[in-house]
């Protein structure tokens, strides 16, 4: 797949996230119509689910295209949502060390959705965890729309959508 292939497949699925995010809006158009499969299914549609398979998209599979480099998207990142529960090698003071690890810790399938909190867990292997954090699900939902913002913004894009104009 190319590189304008993946880049497609990551902002499309920004697309429909957002669409979805955007439904509880006052005048969205099928606002009844997803409140009420939320009423039937009983659960909410922006769910944790959503939220860690979209950070799978953005946080590995973009990063393992190539698409992503830390730098381009740490730059106005905010961390401070992260409740730092266990940070054995200080990587909460260096952000591109944290989205390593938040990187690995879904990667690894090292992810709890405990009440409205995303746990996320990483560990050298074959060893204790050694680091962990906890966020509530809305605020991860944000922090996401914020890496892919900052990314967006990024030279890295504007070089791969310049790529594509010459297609």
Do not use: C
Not at 47 to 52: E, P
Not at 68 to 81: K, P, Q, V
Not at 115 to 133: A, H, Q, T, W
């Amino acid at each position: 797949m190319e590189n304008t292939q993946k880049k497609d497949l990551l902002f499309s699925a920004h697309i429909s996230f957002e669409w979805i995010f955007r439904f509880k809006e006052e005048n969205f158009p099928l606002k009844n119509e997803l409140l009420e499969y939320e009423r039937m299914k009983g659960g909410p549609i922006i769910n944790a689910g959503l939220l860690v398979s979209f950070a799978y998209l953005v946080l590995v599979f973009a990063k393992e295209s190539d698409l992503i480099n830390d730098s381009d998207i740490i730059e106005n990142l905010t961390i401070n949502d992260f409740e730092i529960v266990l940070d054995e090698k200080g990587s909460s003071n260096d952000k591109s060390k944290f989205l390593t690890r938040l990187r690995n810790a879904i990667s690894h399938a090292n992810v709890e959705i405990k009440d409205k909190n995303i746990i996320l867990k990483d560990r050298i292997p074959n060893k204790d965890f050694d680091f962990e954090v906890r966020i509530k699900t809305k605020d991860f939902g944000n922090f996401m729309n914020s890496v892919l913002f900052n990314w967006n913004e990024s030279e890295k894009i504007k070089q791969i959508n310049s790529l594509r104009l010459t297609d």
